[in-house]
Each structure stands twice: as structure tokens, then as C-alpha cells.
């Protein structure tokens, strides 16, 4: 049976167990070396009807659920599979409750799916924006309830005690015909910009930006500088901002329409998750990206990233729970 290319075709495909762990035993090992994750060791001897190795070199047995987002969860890979594809591949997102729905799981269970899958999803590391030469756009907005629905006691404290309304901000940088990265600023002020704008976005770039008067001592001398003022136009001639107001509308219909209420130590996740289905639109040659190719480009991320539950809802910085991880939470600044 040939490898699914939509989302009928993935669920045929992967309700068969033996298919759906050879498909991920091949994303995991390319080369068809199968290596131990504890040890490294190559020596190892395959019991088939456990599907799962014994290593010779640390003498343990090790699945291909370990040292992945999967290790420790009692779902099988082919419900695993279609939350990896209905998350990549659905525009707007897909709720929990609908994932729990759909696979016939609790929505506690879907919700941790979903969180562990976010975090395969993060792209920090591997995005570099810019060059000399490149243009950039950068841009932020603001996410939260709107403050003409607040209570009038409650809007006049988040004015006064943090000067955003109590809503949480998200920075966003664009290369033209390129990739989107986005971060999670404390505030709008030239030191959480320019943070931001170098750990992005490299020298000789040309950043369009709008009137916001942090921006030029944000940007500095290492990058070329050009405004456009909103009260005036918003479009004037190449300086614009349009492409990060396009990302922008697409975050915020997946967090109202699907979404409802995202906690704000969370919220970095959801973005993420919008930025990897906006980079993953079209490929180098402008090419529509067609949803095996992003389901498969996700699923290829899963190795050396794990999210336990305690870590995830931050347990393990309680003194009243035992941590069940080994490392942090990632914070969103």
C-alpha cells in the first residue's frame, strides 16, 4: 500500500500497526541503522513480537517510542499518526476535545498529545532570517480579551499595572518570500526588541517596520531601517508590514475560532505551531507543499525531545509534586 497523501489515506494507512511502525521506524532511522538511544551502541537483536530491541552494549531492551515525544505513552502510533496529521494539516488548528472525540480518547489525553506535538513543532533553533541584501518584516501584536469587554475596575488595573490592557505580546519577524519566526517579548520596549531582532535576523538586512518609536534604537546600525507610518498609509511603495499582518490574522482565527482561551504560559506553543504550517506553505521553489510532505517533515522532528506532564503544567517547580522529568519547562521569555 503506498504511503497516504490525505487524511482518509493516513487513517487506512496506519490503523495497520505493522505498517504505521515501519513508517516510523524509517523516519527515525533513515540509513537503517538501528541505534540504541541510551548507549549509541549499533549491536542489537530485534524481538518481533514485542516490537522492541535488546541492545548488547547496555544490555537493555528500548522500543522506538524511546527517547521520542512518544516514550511513555500508552497510545498506539496509529492514533499518534492522525493527531500528527490533523495538527500540521488543518489551517486553523484542531481543538482538543475534537482530537479526543475523533480518536476516542479523554481530552486530557488529546490535550497532552497535542502539547507534546507543539513542541516537535518549534523551530527556533534552525531559523536565521536575513542577510545582506534580504528584506524583513517585523512586527507584534497584542493577544488577550479585549478590554471594552473587561469590567471597568479590572481594565483600569491592567492599564495601570502593565500597560498592555494584561495581554501577553508576541514579536514576529518575516523574510520576504521566506519564513516566519516569532517570539513571546515581556514588552514593547528597545531592549526586548533588540533581543529579539539580533538572535533573528542577521546583519545587512533591510527590516521594515511601522511608527513605533522603540524600533530605531532597537535596530540599530546593523541594519538598514525603513518606516511606514500607519496614520498616513499602509503601504508605501516596497515598505510595508502586510506580510505580518497576513501571519497575524491566521494566529488570530486559530486562537478564537479553535482555540477559545489559551492560557498565556502556553500561548508560545500555539504560535509555534502557526509558524510551522506557515513555513511549510511552499518549498524553495515556491512549490505548494502538499500535506504528506509537512506530515512527514514533522514526524522527522520527533527524536531528542521529551515533555512529561509534570513539566508541561509546571509540577516540576512545586514543592507538592514530585517532578517525573529531568528537565525545564521552556518559558516563553
Known amino acids: 500500500m503506498k504511503a497516504p497523501e490525505t487524511l482518509q489515506q493516513a487513517i ?20 537503517g541503522k538501528i541505534s540504541c538511544p541510551r548507549c549509541g551502541s549499533e549491536k542489537n537483536s530485534f524481538i518481533k513480537t514485542r516490537r522492541l530491541w535488546f541492545c548488547y552494549g547496555c544490555q537493555k531492551q528500548f522500543t522506538l517510542k524511546v527517547g521520542t ?21 488543518c489551517k ?19 490535550w497532552f498529545m497535542l502539547q507534546r506535538i507543539r513542541l516537535v513543532l518549534q523551530n527556533k533553533s534552525l531559523v536565521k532570517l536575513g542577510g545582506p541584501g534580504s528584506e524583513v518584516e517585523v512586527d507584534e ?12 475596575s479590572k481594565r483600569l488595573k491592567s492599564k495601570v ?45 533591510v527590516i521594515y517596520a511601522d ?17 511606514v507610518n500607519h496614520l498616513e498609509k499602509y503601504v508605501d511603495g516596497a515598505v510595508h508590514v502586510q506580510g505580518m499582518e497576513n501571519f497575524w490574522s491566521l494566529l488570530k482565527r486559530e486562537l ?12 508560545f506553543r500555539y504560535v509555534d505551531e502557526q509558524a510551522f504550517r506557515y513555513n511549510t506553505r511552499k518549498d524553495e521553489s515556491g512549490n505548494k507543499i502538499k500535506d504528506a510532505a509537512r506530515f512527514a517533515e514533522a514526524l522527522s522532528r520527533v527524536l531528542g525531545k521529551r515533555l512529561t506532564y509534570s513539566e508541561l503544567t509546571g509540577k516540576s517547580d512545586s514543592p507538592h509534586h514530585l517532578a517525573t522529568g529531568t528537565g525545564k519547562t521552556e518559558v516563553p521569555f
Not at 15 to 29: G, T, V
Not at 92 to 102: A, F, Y
Not at 211 to 222: K, R, V
Open 92 to 110: 486553523n488548528g484542531v481543538s482538543s476535545h475534537e482530537l479526543g472525540r475523533s480518536l476516542g480518547i479523554t481530552q486530557k489525553s488529546a
Open 256 to 267: 478564537t475560532g479553535t482555540y477559545i482561551s489559551v492560557e498565556p504560559f502556553h500561548l
Open 69 to 89: 515525544i512518544f516514550e511513555d505513552s500508552a497510545l498506539g502510533l496509529d492514533k499518534w499518526m492522525t493527531a500528527f496529521w490533523m495538527l500540521v494539516n
Open 12 to 31: 487506512v494507512y496506519f490503523s495497520d500497526p505493522e505498517r504505521a511502525f515501519e513508517y516510523a521506524k524509517m523516519l527515525r532511522w533513515p540509513d
Open 141 to 152: 501584536t497584542f493577544i488577550g480579551g479585549k478590554a471594552r469587554f473587561m469590567h471597568k
Open 211 to 227: 511608527e513605533l518609536t522603540a524600533y530605531p534604537f532597537a535596530i540599530g546600525d546593523d541594519y538598514a531601517h525603513k518606516v
Open 161 to 205: 499595572r502593565e500597560n498592555n490592557w494584561g495581554k501577553a505580546i508576541v514579536m514576529g519577524m518575516l523574510e520576504r518570500d521566506g519564513m516566519v519566526s516569532t517570539r513571546m517579548i515581556p514588552d514593547r520596549s528597545k531592549n526586548a526588541l533588540r533581543d529579539a531582532i539580533t538572535d533573528v535576523i542577521d546583519q545587512g538586512s
